[in-house]
Structures are given as structure tokens and as C-alpha cells.
């Protein structure tokens, strides 16, 4: 799987939202929220929702030094939810 925020190598850390005091909250576009929608089984939904919810619920919380290592850990769990959302769509 591609790495969608690139390593700083001179920096020698993840830092694209280092600083970032008032990044509170992440929106996704496209097609998730309507693909969610139509999982035939609410357990399925749910457990997709909150995945998508967690990081909005961390980030206020969240060290604006923190910010950009706790979007890559999110970014790894979406990963998995997608891969599930597509096991459950086929």
C-alpha cells in the first residue's frame, strides 16, 4: 500500500501537520460515507462509522507536534476498513 503522507527526510519525521494547532477534524470526500450507508448489516455500518469518526474525536486532543503521526496511524486503520468494506460489498 502506498504511503499517502511522504516521509521529511530532512526533518527525519512525518511532519506535514506538525504545527497545525487548529487542525481538529478531518472530512472525507468521495463515495465512503454512501458505501457505509448501503452495507446490508448494521454491525457493518457501525463498526465502519466509528472508524471514520475515531480520528475526529482525537485530533482536538491531539499535540500539534502529534498531529501528522495520529492521521498516519488513522490513515493505516482506514486501510483495513476499506479492505473489509470490500470483502462485505462482494
Known amino acids: ?3 499517502l503522507i511522504p516521509f521529511d527526510d530532512t526533518l527525519q519525521q512525518y511532519s506535514q501537520f506538525y504545527g497545525c494547532f487548529q487542525l481538529t477534524k478531518i472530512d472525507l470526500v468521495g463515495g465512503t460515507h454512501k458505501t457505509v450507508s448501503s452495507l ?3 454491525s457493518w455500518s457501525t463498526e465502519m462509522i466509528a472508524e471514520i469518526n ?3 474525536q482525537v485530533l482536538p486532543d491531539t499535540q500539534a507536534r502529534n ?3 495520529e492521521i ?3 490513515m493505516y486503520a482506514m486501510d483495513s476498513v476499506i479492505d473489509k468494506m470490500d470483502r ?3
Do not use: L, S, V
Request: hydrophobic share 20%; proline share 0%; charged share 55%.
Open 54 to 56: 475515531r480520528i475526529n
Open 67 to 69: 498531529k501528522t503521526d
Open 72 to 74: 498516519r496511524r488513522w
Open 1 to 3: 500500500k502506498r504511503d
Open 40 to 42: 446490508h448489516m448494521e
Open 88 to 90: 462485505y460489498k462482494a
